[in-house]
């Protein structure tokens, strides 16, 4: 079974700061990986997805992640913090075989200062 | 515009009382699933089903059930024998039923609060 551990329940940077949310996998093989995003009271909508391809994915409003199988790491970043971009971030992960649910992370929260 | 209604956004209920969470889609989508939020615990599936008539439980399936008697619409209900059901429930869908590479589509939620 693959899963998922997001280090750092909470996440501060400034506005125009480097984002760095971190995720790392468990898994036997390779899995595929997502990042969503969540705005209070809503639903969840995909950033960007890992689907075995090219390592460094690049999604909505900035954000990218870099697969690294040696690490076994997913993790999210953006350049340049805006304030629009504090939310709940969550890493999922889902094996490549057969049919697989998604498993998610506990999720880690971006706030964003002036 | 194509998406997932989920209702009511808010639901009170006493303890005791079973509910049902109201969950349809417009996107033709094969595979419908129902997650459980809870604060700090990300989100763990319920149940999902990948065809019309038929489901499959979830990580957290005692206490809950669901049906799929049509392709639009997978209503979750949250039974008394649910201990602690007061939590934020999501439902999503994906396209295809046969693949991890699924991205989900989700709804805005139901807040369930057990007085």
């Known amino acids: 079974a693959q899963s998922v551990t997001q280090l750092g329940s909470h996440v501060s940077v400034s506005e125009g700061a480097l984002v760095l949310l971190r995720c790392n996998y468990s898994?036997?093989?390779?899995?595929?990986l997502f990042w969503y995003v969540q705005y209070p009271n809503q639903g969840l909508q995909l950033l960007l997805k890992?689907?075995?391809?090219?390592?460094l994915v690049k999604g909505i409003n900035g954000f990218e992640a870099e697969f690294k199988k040696s690490e076994t790491s997913f993790h999210l970043t953006k350049p340049s913090a805006h304030m629009s971009d504090a939310a709940e971030y969550f890493c999922?992960?889902?094996?490549?075989?057969?049919?697989?649910?998604?498993?998610f992370g506990k999720g880690t929260m971006l706030l964003v200062s002036p | 515009d194509g998406g997932i209604t989920q209702s009511p956004k808010y639901l009170f209920r006493k303890e005791g009382q079973n509910v049902t969470l109201s969950c349809e889609q417009n996107?033709?989508?094969?595979?419908m699933y129902w997650y459980r939020q809870d604060p700090g615990q990300g989100l763990r599936l319920i149940y999902y089903?990948?065809?019309?008539?038929?489901?499959q439980k979830g990580d957290i399936a005692e206490g809950y059930s669901v049906s799929r008697e049509k392709k639009e619409s997978f209503p979750l209900t949250v039974t008394s024998a649910q201990k602690n059901p007061t939590a934020f429930y999501l439902c999503?869908?994906?396209?295809?039923?046969?693949?991890?590479?699924?991205?989900?589509?989700f709804g805005a939620g139901s807040r369930l609060t057990v007085l």
């Open positions: 999503a869908s994906s396209k295809d039923r046969g693949s991890g590479a699924n991205v989900l589509t």
């Open positions: 898994s036997s093989v390779p899995p595929y």
């Open positions: 890992y689907t075995s391809a090219a390592t």
């Open positions: 999922a992960v889902s094996g490549t075989s057969g049919y697989s649910t998604l498993t």
């Open positions: 996107l033709n989508h094969d595979a």
């Open positions: 089903s990948q065809i019309v008539n038929d489901f």
